[in-house]
């Protein structure tokens, strides 16, 4: 799905400002504390997605398309059970919190958010009350308005072509950003983008891709995924404006 407006607003993303601005230790601690809400909320696209595409229910019937379900598996094992620097099996998002403890950053909104919403508390309620950065709340709160509404071809091209798939070159950026800043250490974020340079440009991208061509099998759903795909590059890059800010 490589029409010209997504292109446009995908490349907007890659050489955002905010990648030049990662130039100290305070500026990577401002973009993670907002950022790691997005890492967490991409986990629930793809967890919709298994959901939606796989059997989880018990007992296990045989559900869709068995090529879509072995591509959403094998995305989901990536994604929740990858090995860190140290060689411990975890999350990219647990890899994502080490990598904030490590340059001391605030982690207090986001163990509040998850344990407010472990009790209960409705997603946008917790995000005020965790004091979230107010470009996190925006972002999240539109991620799951995609989710709930339920249109799996949409929720598989956001998660393909506004989050998966972009994910190699925003992350390159901030490399690039971090080897001009020499004087501040960040080994485990950088194993952590290196982690995603290597699974999310290769193999996870490819995986994806195929899965949204498959889902979209009439034009009605090219259409709304389409438009669904615009809407989240939107949303992306309203959160980097945000953390500039």
């Keep these: ?70 591509l959403i598996n094998e995305i989901v094992l990536g994604e929740e059970c990858d090995i860190d620097a140290d060689g411990i099996i975890m999350s990219h998002f647990e890899m994502y919190l080490l990598a904030m403890e490590e340059i001391n950053c605030n982690l207090t909104p986001i163990r509040t958010f998850l344990h407010l919403i472990q009790n209960g508390m409705p997603i946008p309620q917790a995000l005020i009350e965790s004091n979230a950065p107010e470009g996190a709340r925006t972002f999240v709160n539109h991620t799951f308005s995609i989710i709930e509404a339920g249109a799996i071809h949409s929720i598989a091209g956001v998660f393909t072509y506004g989050r998966e798939d972009l994910i190699p070159g925003m992350f390159l950026s901030i490399i690039d950003a ?15 983008v290196q982690r995603h340079i290597d699974v999310d440009g290769d193999h996870h991208s490819h995986l994806a891709i195929r899965m949204v061509t498959l889902l979209c099998d009439t034009e009605v759903k090219k259409q709304e995924a389409h438009d669904a795909i615009i809407a989240a590059l939107k949303s992306r890059i309203a959160l980097w404006d945000s953390i500039i800010a």
């Design 178 to 192: 971090l080897h001009q800043e020499g004087t501040f250490s960040a080994p485990r974020l950088k194993y952590y």
């Design 1 to 70: 799905m490589t029409h010209p407006d997504i292109e446009s607003l995908r490349q907007q993303l890659i050489h955002h400002d905010l990648y030049t601005s990662l130039q100290t230790g305070d500026d990577l601690r401002t973009f993670m504390e907002t950022h790691v809400f997005a890492v967490w909320d991409f986990m629930s696209l793809l967890k919709s997605l298994q959901r939606n595409l796989t059997c989880i229910d018990i007992p296990w019937m045989p559900k869709g398309d068995p090529e879509i379900r072995q």
